[in-house]
């Protein structure tokens, strides 16, 4: 009778999964979960962090693993679908017992594997820059925070270097990081005094590829007489044809200078970057950055994708960094159980590629300087201002007059 | 106007007539008390140092600045021993010692270096110039314009330099100067000078009335050409959605199967164009002409996969419409991770030749970004083809023959299973051609052709399936109306009001715009 | 003996959450993680019963049912949100974390009277009905058929897609619902509530079955097939067809809306993404793959194709979409007749 079930669970695809995992011995392997897409739209972003993650588990299983003992990666591929990452994520902490999980890029997974990570008390680091207003016990964020991004670019762009701005453009994808991070300066900039009038808003659906209108209207709104600037919080796919729009509509960057939030040089692998010098990006991170520590960096990752053209970007960096003070919090604390993990973690530190010094604080978020760079022509940037130190991040930001009632946890 | 210096060629004007003209600027300007050589060291110093050194440079006139300038704005100059030095000419140097600029820099460049190059014998650098002083629009500019203007043959140029004189004379303190200024920039049709305008209002509220009629009379003549700048990127998503959808035409609209796999192909023309642009790279005499050679690659690539397709799949199929979309939708899940596994998941840089960057200027100064006009023209051209291959090719009739009646063309003679495959291989070349166009506007990814596969058969359907007329004026009513509706409804709700618009015109008329009459039309 | 393959199915799927409650370290227990994945694709295994009822009983292939399937998850999501309360991150008394962060100074009027679990309900099957009504009443009227019917249904789903990701819809744009705390009194994300779903799941998806057989075997289902083989003759004998594929598609897209209802609390998140082509699509080869004209076999393919892809996403995380690809292409080649068909030869 058992015999004819376990058959018929084999038939229905059951069989295939392993029924319960054993619990490991000492010394047996460290797991780490890999929740990235590697097919589907976010494919394109993703994969640089899966093979960015698999890369610190081998430089680190190279220098003899953590505290004796192995790391072995367990990669699953949510596909870019959100119940999916949900479902991934139970599996890599129900099925593969994994000590720590680095995933997610978009708001949405993270958000759809929160209750996840929370009920069975996992520990997820998130590596890419976010509109903030969260704040799990169970997710450690890497990247930035608004006021770690955001904020300095536009002060720049008001700045005598960046061409003393009156005027802004906010254009984005229609998610939620795009209209949070755009509320959170639209009330920044009406404290400096621009008003709504000087200021233009504009919204389009993921992998917009048809940006004359937009570019036209943008155009027209610069030209009535007061000095114009862009804020780009476009997501992926659309950057590409936005800049060749951009380029081909012949806006300068010292005519109508664009800041970005969310393109790096990934995403300007695919353009040629020749019409478009002088448009900025602000990050915590360029590969141009000349430090020990990012020499090292890029010459791991070439190393280990085997391809010198290769680049870094920001959200690499982040993931870098979250894996080094992981290892570190796991070699603090003499376990990977979760909450030594957690409590360990706060107050790490780890020489960033950067340049920098970045500190784990209670909220869970990182120190992280702030960079504005000039996009040149070889698809790098060139560095134009940095904050002299790293700053702490806002995750409820003091411009959403909502957090004053906001629960604490 | 002397004679001599209407003559239109300025390389003929002497050198001593240049001198004159600097000499003029140089009068013209007041004394700084500082010479060229205490400032050339400022151009290596930080972003404000060198702000500064570049605009005192370009008051000071004096021609040893020009090609420093000039190599400061490409990224070509270096620092040196005490001071800068030009990169030799040959590739883009790089390094630690290459001076950087920011913004703001490049701003103050481009003010100086109108001011020294409105003399220059290159015309492009004349336009350049007038440009950059037109976005100055300092006083002290007027009687180096005045001067440059006399002599200045081109019209185009002549035009530009009217229009920074005009802006320059806004800053003059003389209110009869600035009144001159509004009424010649008023004359224009340019948004520059509109710009001009209105940031001079802010500064000068006696003159705002002026400004205001000058606004409101630029505004009228503006308005024909933002007509047309609106009617030109209708024009622009429908070419695309036209290349897009001319491939379905004949797969779907010819021989009636449903290649969910439509906009892989897409996606393989674009690979097989970065393919072909990476394997010309070094060769010098063929790497301009990577993007046109990519043309019949990306056919043939296409075209092959198509064929192959065709006798090793969907021929088992034929009958079964709706299996045949489970197969080919199974096909295109493979090709899509084949190439991501192959070339990788991020984009793929492409390579725009001159010819395809910048914007194009047409009669009545309507501008239209090149690399789209191309694509309108190329649209145009794969659609003639396809319709002289349909009609006029032995291969066409015989196409023609089978989709009207299988037997009675077997019975002929006509080999139909080889029809079959050559039609099929014929649509999805076309799909690659699409891919070709599609590269220069948008990413090369994996992902590139979902975003295409539904446009395409709503086109298709719109259109009258089988009929090429209809494709041709369903892919561009779309693409009008759509960018009609754009700026007041948004990218989002204007694609939404286009696809519920469709579902409602098919269900008036289920066969589209132009259905096809007779017995292919049951089916 | 093909008598008792049905009640089995049911008894072991009925028994597969037991199996959960054994000691850990039982070679027969099954994982937690097991249960919940089960609870989703018998959500699953209704929308391609509901597909099933309207492509392969009448003929009508919907590329749209992803869109009936969205709608009734969006219902309950509306619920599950209304009952979050004042225990969201801004703690407002009525209003979801969302609007008040876009500014809203009160609830939109389109989800009024969905704190209600029963109202919920009754939308989850009324808006994908009514929808369905409007589609199918304009399609079959002007009688698209085949292919374009099936052209149609699909921009039908992608517009509603676009339309959802607007964040001024007032549905939380890209995001939609996500961090539900309770549903009828009992809180989600415990292993006791994926219990609880799993079995309404169960009981829906035997529900939804016994009611589709009963129905195909009636005259009306004998109608149907009618005029799934040939529409026109049945019309000329004096059918009236639209009335007949009208109510078979609006009960097929109620049901997908029951899916998807069940779907979002197991799952714990809707979104614009369950709108996109793509998915209906997947949802069209799960009935392909288990045999389409057979309930069972929709069923069974459901099961099969998620299992499936649940494994190889895991084992084979840059190869599954090749896996599968080739499933697709080899199913209607290799066995037109679906699972079903080779196994009942």
Redo the contacts between chains.
């Keep these: 009778m058992?015999l004819r079930?376990?058959r018929?669970?084999a038939?229905?695809?059951?069989g295939?999964?392993?029924?319960?995992?054993?619990a490991y011995a000492q010394g047996a392997p460290i797991k780490v979960g890999v929740l990235h897409s590697?097919?589907g739209t976010m494919a394109i972003s993703e994969t640089a962090l899966r093979d960015t993650v698999l890369m610190m588990v081998e430089s680190q299983n190279s220098q003899g693993g953590i505290g004796g003992r192995r790391l072995e990666a367990?990669?699953?591929?949510?596909?870019s679908?959100?119940?999916?990452f949900?479902?991934?994520a139970?599996?890599l902490l129900?099925?593969?017992r994994v000590d720590v999980s680095f995933g997610c890029w978009?708001?949405?997974s993270r958000?759809?594997v929160?209750?996840?990570y929370?009920?069975l008390n996992g520990l997820l680091f998130y590596p890419v820059q976010y509109e903030g207003?969260?704040e799990s016990r169970n997710i450690f964020y890497t990247g930035a925070a608004p006021n770690q991004q955001a904020i300095p670019a536009v002060e720049y762009l008001m700045g005598p270097d960046g061409g003393e701005a009156k005027r802004i453009v906010l254009l984005g994808t229609?998610?939620?990081y795009p209209?949070?991070t755009n509320?959170i300066l639209r009330g920044f900039l009406n404290s400096k005094g621009i008003t709504n009038a000087d200021i233009m808003e504009e919204?389009t659906?993921?992998g917009h590829s048809d940006w004359q209108g937009i570019v036209a209207r943008v155009k027209r709104f610069a030209g009535e007489g007061k000095k114009t600037a862009i804020v780009s919080t476009i997501n992926g796919d659309a950057n590409v044809p936005f800049y060749r729009e951009l380029g081909n509509q012949g806006i300068k960057a010292e005519d109508i200078p664009c800041v970005a939030f969310s393109v790096g040089e990934e995403e300007l692998a695919g353009i040629d970057t020749r019409p478009l010098v002088g448009h900025l990006a602000a990050w915590n991170y360029f590969m141009s950055v000349d430090s020990p520590a990012n020499r090292d960096f890029v010459q791991l990752w070439r190393n280990y994708i085997k391809n010198p053209r290769r680049v870094t970007n920001d959200p690499m960096e982040a993931t870098l960094i979250g894996f080094k003070m992981w290892a570190q919090a796991v070699a603090t604390a003499g376990t990977t159980s979760v909450d030594a993990v957690r409590t360990a973690m706060i107050g790490q530190k780890v020489a960033a590629p950067s340049g920098y010094e970045s500190e784990m604080k209670a909220n869970h978020h990182l120190t992280k300087p702030v960079m504005i760079g000039e996009i040149q022509a070889d698809g790098q940037f060139s560095i134009v201002s940095k904050t002299p130190t790293a700053i702490a991040a806002e995750n409820w930001s003091p411009f959403?007059p909502?957090?004053a009632?906001?629960?604490r946890g | 106007m002397p004679a001599s210096l209407a003559s239109g060629d300025p390389h003929g004007t002497s050198s001593l007539i240049r001198w004159f003209l600097l000499l003029l600027l140089l009068a013209a300007l007041p004394a700084r008390g500082q010479d060229f050589d205490s400032l050339v060291p400022g151009l290596a110093g930080g972003f404000t140092q060198q702000a500064e050194a570049v605009e005192r440079l370009g008051a000071l006139g004096d021609p040893r600045a020009l090609p420093l300038l000039r190599a400061l704005s490409e990224s070509r100059l270096l620092r040196a021993e005490g001071g800068v030095r030009v990169a030799p000419d040959g590739p883009a140097p790089s390094g630690p010692e290459v001076i950087r600029i920011n913004n703001r820099v490049r701003v103050a460049l481009r003010g100086a270096l109108g001011r020294l190059q409105l003399v220059s014998p290159d015309p492009a650098e004349r336009l350049a110039a007038a440009d950059g002083l037109l976005r100055a629009r300092s006083a002290e500019d007027i009687p180096l314009l005045e001067a440059a203007l006399a002599r200045e043959a081109v019209p185009r140029i002549r035009a530009h330099m009217e229009l920074a004189l005009g802006a320059a004379r806004l800053g003059s303190p003389d209110p009869a100067v600035r009144r001159a200024g509004i009424a010649a920039l008023g004359g224009t049709a340019s948004p520059e000078a509109r710009a001009v305008l209105l940031a001079a209002r802010g500064t000068d509220e006696a003159l705002s009335a002026d400004v205001n009629a000058a606004v409101a009379a630029i505004d009228r003549r503006l308005s024909l050409r933002r007509a047309a700048e609106t009617a030109f990127q209708g024009l622009s998503l429908g070419s695309v959605l036209l290349l897009a959808a001319l491939g379905l035409a004949v797969t779907f609209g010819v021989m009636?199967v449903?290649n969910?796999a439509h906009g892989e192909f897409v996606m393989i023309g674009a690979y097989t164009t970065v393919v072909v642009q990476e394997a010309l790279r070094a060769s010098p005499t063929l790497a301009p002409w990577s993007l046109p050679l990519a043309i019949p690659a990306a056919f043939l690539v296409t075209a092959a996969i198509g064929a192959a397709m065709e006798r090793g799949?969907i021929r088992?199929?034929y009958g079964?419409?709706?299996?045949?979309?489970?197969?080919t939708?199974?096909?295109?899940?493979?090709l899509?991770?084949?190439v991501r596994?192959v070339f990788g998941a991020q984009n793929r840089e492409v390579i725009s030749p001159p010819w395809m960057q910048g914007t194009l200027t047409l009669p009545f100064d309507i501008t239209v970004t090149q690399n789209r006009a191309w694509i309108i023209l190329f649209a145009l051209a794969v659609l003639a083809a396809t319709f002289a291959a349909i009609r006029l090719t032995r291969f066409g009739l015989e196409m023609r023959a089978v989709v009207q009646n299988r037997r009675i063309a077997a019975t002929m003679g006509i080999r139909t299973g080889r029809v079959d495959a050559l039609t099929f291989a014929f649509g999805s070349g076309i799909a690659g051609l699409a891919g070709v166009a599609l590269s220069q506007i948008d990413n090369v990814s994996p992902n590139l052709g979902?975003s295409y596969i539904?446009d395409s058969?709503?086109v298709v359907?719109f259109g009258g399936v089988g009929s090429l007329l209809g494709t041709l004026i369903g892919a561009f009513t779309l693409g009008v109306v759509n960018k009609l509706l754009e700026p007041w409804a948004g990218a989002?709700?204007a694609?939404?009001a286009v696809?519920?618009g469709?579902?409602?015109f098919?269900?008036?008329r289920?066969k589209g715009l132009f259905a096809l009459k007779g017995r292919a039309a049951e089916s | 003996m093909r008598r008792l393959v049905l009640p089995?199915i049911v008894a072991?799927l009925a028994?597969?959450p037991l199996l959960n409650l054994l000691p850990?370290?039982?070679?027969?227990?099954?994982?937690?993680?097991?249960v919940?994945?089960?609870g989703?694709w018998l959500c699953y295994a209704i929308l391609a019963l509901a597909l099933d009822l309207a492509w392969g009983y009448a003929g009508i292939?919907s590329l749209g049912h992803g869109a009936f399937f969205a709608l009734g998850g969006y219902a309950i999501g509306m619920h599950l949100m209304r009952l979050i309360g004042p225990?969201?991150?801004?703690?407002?008394p009525v209003l979801p974390d969302?609007m008040?962060?876009?500014g809203y100074q009160e609830l939109p009027w389109f989800w009024w009277g969905f704190g209600n679990f029963p109202f919920a309900l009754l939308m989850a099957l009324l808006v994908p009905g009514l929808l369905a009504f409007v589609?199918g009443y304009?399609?079959f009227?002007?009688?698209?058929t085949?292919?374009?019917l099936?052209?149609?249904t699909?921009?039908?789903t992608?517009?509603l897609m676009?339309?959802f990701?607007?964040?001024d819809m007032g549905f939380g744009?890209?995001?939609?619902f996500?961090?539900?705390k309770e549903l009828l009194g009992m809180p989600l994300?415990?292993p006791f509530a994926r219990f609880v779903l799993y079995f309404a799941a169960l009981v829906a998806l035997v529900g939804c079955f016994l009611v589709s057989a009963a129905m195909t075997r009636t005259k009306f289902g004998r109608v149907l097939a009618a005029i799934r083989d040939g529409e026109s003759r049945v019309r000329f004998l004096g059918y009236d067809t639209l009335r007949h594929k009208l109510f078979i598609f609006v009960l097929s897209a109620m049901m997908a809306g029951l899916a998807g209802a069940l779907y979002v609390p197991i799952?714990?998140?809707i979104?614009p993404?369950?709108f996109s082509?793509?998915n209906s699509?997947e949802a069209?080869?799960w009935v392909?793959f288990g045999g389409r004209g057979t309930l069972v076999g929709a069923v069974l393919g459901a099961?099969?194709v998620?299992?499936?892809k649940?494994?190889l996403?895991?084992?084979a995380?840059?190869?599954?979409?090749?896996v599968?690809?080739?499933?697709?292409?080899a199913?209607?080649?290799l066995m037109?007749r679906g699972l079903i068909g080779m196994l009942r030869r």
């Design positions: 058992n079930i376990s018929r669970a038939l229905l695809g059951l295939a999964l392993p029924l319960s995992a054993p590697l097919s367990v990669v699953v591929d949510p596909a679908n959100w119940p999916l949900a479902e991934k139970r599996e129900q099925v593969h978009t708001s949405v958000k759809s929160l209750p996840v929370e009920e207003e969260e229609d998610y939620v209209r949070t509320r919204y659906p993921f959403i909502e957090n009632n906001r629960r | 009636g449903i969910m799949l088992h199929l079964r419409p709706l299996e045949t979309l489970l197969l939708f199974g096909v295109g899940m493979v899509q991770q084949v596994l979902t539904i058969f709503m359907v989002v709700l694609k939404v696809l519920v469709i579902m409602l098919i269900q008036r289920p | 089995g072991l028994l597969l850990e370290g039982s070679p027969f227990r099954v994982s937690d993680f097991v919940s994945v089960a989703k292939l225990r969201g991150v801004y703690g407002h969302f008040v962060f876009l589609v304009l399609a009227r002007s009688r698209i085949g292919v374009y099936s052209i149609i699909q921009a039908m992608y517009a676009l339309a990701f607007r964040n744009g890209n995001n939609g996500t961090d539900f994300n415990t799952v714990g998140i979104n993404g369950e082509p793509a699509i069209v080869v392909a099961f099969s998620n299992a499936l649940t494994w996403t895991s084992f995380p840059d190869l599954w979409l090749i599968l690809g080739i499933l697709f292409i199913v209607p080649l037109p």
